[in-house]
Nanobody, 115 residues
Framework: QVQLVESGGGLVQAGASLRLSCAAS????????LAWYRQPPGKQRELVAI???????NYADSVKGRFTISRDNAKNTVYLQMNSLKPEDTSVYYC?????????WGQGIQVTVTS
């Protein structure tokens, strides 16, 4: 069983930066694809960024140029560096580990950006 634990969220002003971390248990990390999702208040969960096992990345248009996803296989950790934060980035952020056919979610962490 894989467990994912997010950290690094908080309350910041617009224009600030935050780095989210997601630490995974288990020995399957190196072969897994990793993603960050977010769920704004009253809206559906949406994909923010994804990094595959070969470290290729993709981003939602709304965060391109501001957010960077990365992974450290030695630490079983995936990161989301968020720069130039906007109030519309306010959400609960979730990490997801994908090892088809299985996938695992973290518990979520709140990011609040004030104007």
């Amino acid at each position: 069983q894989v467990q994912l634990v997010e950290s690094g969220g908080g309350l910041v002003q617009a224009g600030a930066s935050l780095r989210l971390s997601c630490a995974a248990s288990g020995s399957t990390f190196n072969n897994a694809h990793l993603a960050w999702y977010r769920q704004p208040p009253g809206k559906q969960r949406e994909l923010v960024a994804i990094i595959n096992s070969g470290s290729s990345t993709n981003y939602a248009d709304s965060v391109k140029g501001r957010f960077t996803i990365s992974r450290d296989n030695a630490k079983n950790t995936v990161y989301l560096q968020m720069n130039s934060l906007k109030p519309e980035d306010t959400s609960v952020y979730y990490c997801k580990l994908l090892l088809p056919p299985r996938s695992y979610w973290g518990q979520g962490i709140q990011v609040t950006v004030t104007s």
